[in-house]
């Protein structure tokens, strides 16, 4: 954005920088404790995106689904499935020796008693846990859990399994919280209830299958030895292996058969629950639209039992907040600092840099917001971009306004110069340059004849037509003398074409002033004539005048000779006189013919010149 040299005020930049931070640090406080700023809905699509780019992957081998699916229903002829039924599958399930039965079914309602304690002697043959749910308070709210100082759901109640199946199997809570699109992100590990804290589902089934008391703490749950990093230390953070389907399901319907495939039971986990559509209870999922609740729940105890749940901490939350700062502080710097593609590019490179490593860190398990450094840069570097349009836009007014005063006490050809480089001529120039000096004679006995006025008039329509011939063939008019002027070719960068230039614009001009001077009044037309010199050699350009009030002129010999070939015309009785010197220069100019010469050169002597010089009327 700094192309053309210009900068913000400092005080914009300052404030930006301090806008920066001060957003960054609030939208990171309310980030460590956990608080939505109303970007959860853009974070969980960024969250989807970065599973799908990673795409499915399969989960461990310890946890089997046992489903309550169509052929299930087919074959039992009812839903929901008989507690006799259940009876069966478990103690089948039994013979093969799991590390647990895992029932996400919650058996609360009487039933009939004998199927009820047969099933309750079915789970006393195996190490098993049933489900509970609660009653959630109408806010949805979460507390903190006493004597822990964690957050976790606040339940209004808690329904439990009948007696008898709870003296059969402790249970554990299969409330799942959703967020807008139905995804349940996070699989709570105690909930806040009337009676105190209560375990869920998950970690109830993974504390009876590693055989060990859970413990608690603020980022992690231990097992048996094992860390599992946590949210706030009562949330896991989901991490989805795939579509549904993706565990190892064998059909209910089997063990009922009698079918039983040891092999794949043996020592694993199982979770009994419903997948058949319209029986189950089903969520979303960032791989499927339709997930059944069993599989939610293998996924979490699979993430627990493995440590394989999202990465969302401190640690995490820490990365984010830096994020937040560096990048919208960078990207003002960057802007600020560097011109407009590379400072467009430098910022692409540092979003670039941040976007690749929340995927690589997605690779890893680790959940590192998008959305909040989203909303910690992008609102910073829009208004600064605008901010900057503004006041840029404002100083190329004042440029364009300076610019316009400067032009009319300046050439056009030598005011872009002066503009872009203030230190322009501060040290002489050294050039071989065409000089032409243009002089309307007459026209001390025209001021007499037609007053002030007019004169000034008709100076200026002299003045404008030998500028605008001048300008058209590419040279730079250094000055006017009253009724005359001066001008130079081949500046800035002198060229072979130069001198044939030269000539093509005399000839242009005394056209030009030809027909200029047929068209005045008669008095002015009868007194007036022009002449013009123009020379080719070594030129220095320079400022003359007082530092604070300089002017630019053109000094050699050179200059001397195209100012003396004006008495050289005039006693020729000629309009137009050049030396040879520039038509030779102009001689090698590829395609260029000496056409208008009107006679064969011959030398003078010029007054104050020791050396003669060979001149040719054009």
Same mark, same amino acid.
């Given at each position: 954005?700094?192309?053309?040299?210009?900068?913000?005020?400092?005080?914009?930049?300052?404030?930006? !920088?301090?806008?920066?931070?001060? +957003?960054?640090? +609030?939208?990171e406080y309310r980030h460590w404790r956990g608080d939505d700023v109303g970007l959860n809905g853009v974070e969980h699509v960024s969250l989807d995106l970065r599973f799908r780019w990673r795409g499915p992957r399969p989960p461990r081998d310890d946890v089997v689904i046992v489903a309550l699916d169509e052929a299930t229903i087919q074959a039992e002829g009812a839903y929901p499935i008989g507690r006799g039924a259940i009876a069966r599958i478990v103690r089948t399930l039994a013979a093969a020796k799991p590390a647990l039965v895992a029932l996400d079914i919650a058996f609360v309602d009487p039933g009939n008693a004998r199927d009820t304690e047969d099933l309750a002697n079915a789970l006393r043959s195996t190490t098993s846990v049933v489900a509970a749910f609660g009653r959630v308070e109408s806010d949805a709210s979460t507390s903190t859990v006493r004597d822990s100082g964690l957050n976790a759901p606040r339940l209004a109640a808690v329904v439990r399994p009948v007696a008898a199946i709870a003296d059969a199997a402790p249970y554990g809570l299969a409330n799942i919280d959703v967020d807008s699109g139905g995804v349940p992100r996070f699989a709570p590990m105690i909930y806040d209830t009337p009676d105190g804290p209560d375990r869920s589902f998950a970690l109830a089934a993974a504390a009876l299958a590693r055989k060990s008391s859970p413990s608690i703490g603020a980022e992690t749950i231990t097992l048996a030895g094992d860390a599992v990093a946590t949210d706030f230390g009562a949330y896991v953070p989901l991490n989805f292996y795939g579509p549904a389907g993706h565990f190892r399901q064998i059909s209910a319907a089997r063990l009922l058969t009698g079918d039983m495939p040891a092999e794949e039971i043996s020592g694993k986990i199982v979770v009994i629950g419903a997948t058949a559509s319209g029986a189950a209870d089903v969520f979303a999922s960032p791989f499927d639209p339709v997930l059944p609740g069993v599989e939610v729940w293998a996924t979490a105890i699979d993430n627990l039992l493995n440590g394989d749940a999202l990465i969302l901490s401190r640690a995490t939350r820490a990365f984010d907040g830096a994020a937040m700062l560096v990048l919208p502080?960078?990207?003002?710097?960057?802007?600020?600092?560097?011109?407009?593609?590379a400072g467009a590019l430098g910022v692409a490179l540092a979003f670039l840099v941040w976007a690749s490593a929340v995927f690589v860190g997605f690779s890893q398990n680790y959940w590192l917001s998008v959305s909040l450094p989203l909303a910690a840069y992008v609102p910073v570097v829009s208004i600064y971009g605008v901010t900057r349009i503004v006041t840029e836009r404002a100083a190329l007014r004042r440029v364009a306004a300076q610019r316009a005063r400067l032009s009319v006490l300046q050439a056009p050809g030598l005011l872009g110069h002066i503009l872009e480089d203030p230190g322009f001529l501060s040290a002489p120039m050294h050039l071989r340059l065409t000089v032409l000096f243009v002089d309307l004679s007459g026209s001390t006995g025209m001021a007499e004849a037609l007053g002030p006025e007019r004169t000034q008039e008709l100076l200026s329509g002299f003045q404008t037509l030998v500028d605008q011939v001048i300008s058209a063939h590419a040279g730079v008019l250094i000055s006017y003398m009253g009724d005359g002027a001066l001008a130079i070719f081949g500046f800035p960068k002198p060229a072979e074409a130069d001198a044939a230039r030269v000539l093509a614009a005399l000839q242009a001009l005394r056209a030009a002033l030809a027909t200029w001077l047929?068209? !005045?009044?008669a008095a002015a037309r009868s007194r007036l004539d022009f002449r013009m010199g123009a020379h080719f050699g070594p030129t220095m350009l320079s400022r003359i005048g007082p530092a604070d009030h300089q002017q630019i002129t053109v000094?050699?010999?050179?200059?001397?000779?195209?100012?003396?070939? !004006?008495?050289? /015309?005039?006693?020729?009785?000629?309009?137009?006189?050049?030396?040879?010197?520039?038509?030779? /220069?102009?001689?090698?100019?590829?395609?260029?013919?000496?056409?208008?010469?009107?006679?064969?050169?011959?030398?003078?002597?010029?007054?104050?010149?020791?050396?003669?010089?060979?001149?040719?009327? +054009?």
């Open positions: 954005m700094r192309g053309d040299g210009r900068r913000s005020p400092s005080g914009i930049i300052a404030a930006f !920088l301090a806008l920066s931070v001060v +957003w960054s640090f +609030w939208l502080f960078s990207a003002v710097v960057i802007l600020e600092g560097a011109p407009a593609f047929g068209d !005045l009044p000094t050699g010999d050179t200059v001397n000779v195209a100012n003396r070939l !004006l008495d050289v /015309a005039k006693e020729q009785k000629c309009r137009l006189i050049v030396t040879e010197d520039l038509v030779e /220069a102009a001689a090698k100019t590829a395609g260029f013919h000496d056409t208008e010469g009107k006679a064969a050169p011959f030398t003078i002597q010029l007054r104050g010149r020791t050396e003669p010089i060979r001149v040719r009327i +054009w």
